[in-house]
C-alpha cells in the first residue's frame, strides 16, 4: 500500500515543484535608479571619480561639464564621494536614500588643493 501511495504522491511533488519554479521565474527584477549630479569648480580636463557605497558598490566619472550619473542602484542608502587626487570637496560626502525614483542634485564643489614646496 505504502508503495502506491509514494508512487502517486510523486507526480503531484514534482508539479508543485514545477509550479513553484515558473511563479519564481516569474517575478520582475528588482528596479534600479540613478543618482544625478554635478561638481563645479575643476579645471578642464580633469575628471573626478564619484563613488556609491551602500547596499551595492557604483562608481561613475564626472563629464568634462561635471556632470555625472551613477546607475544601476537598487533602492537603499548609499553614501556618495568624489575624488580627485588634486582637490579636495565640500561636503566631503553626501549622503542618499534610493526608494523608488531617482535621486538628482546630488552636488558637490571642487576646491583644488595647495601643491606641496619643492625641495631644494
Known amino acids: 500500500m505504502t508503495r502506491k501511495v509514494a508512487q502517486a504522491f510523486l507526480p503531484v511533488c514534482l508539479l508543485v ?16 535608479h540613478e543618482v544625478v549630479g554635478h561638481i ?5 580636463g580633469h575628471h573626478a571619480v564619484l563613488r556609491a557605497a551602500g547596499r551595492e558598490r557604483h562608481a561613475a566619472t564626472a563629464r568634462a561639464d561635471g556632470t555625472y550619473v551613477l546607475r544601476g542602484l537598487r533602492p537603499g542608502s548609499y553614501t556618495i564621494r568624489p575624488s580627485h587626487p588634486r582637490y579636495h570637496f565640500t561636503p566631503d560626502f553626501r549622503s542618499v536614500a534610493i526608494t523608488n525614483h531617482d535621486v ?17
Open 104 to 120: 538628482g542634485n546630488v552636488n558637490f564643489v571642487a576646491h583644488l588643493r595647495p601643491l606641496p614646496p619643492r625641495r631644494r
Open 40 to 44: 563645479a569648480g575643476m579645471a578642464p
Open 17 to 32: 515543484c514545477l509550479a513553484a519554479t515558473l511563479i519564481a521565474a516569474q517575478r520582475p527584477p528588482a528596479p534600479r
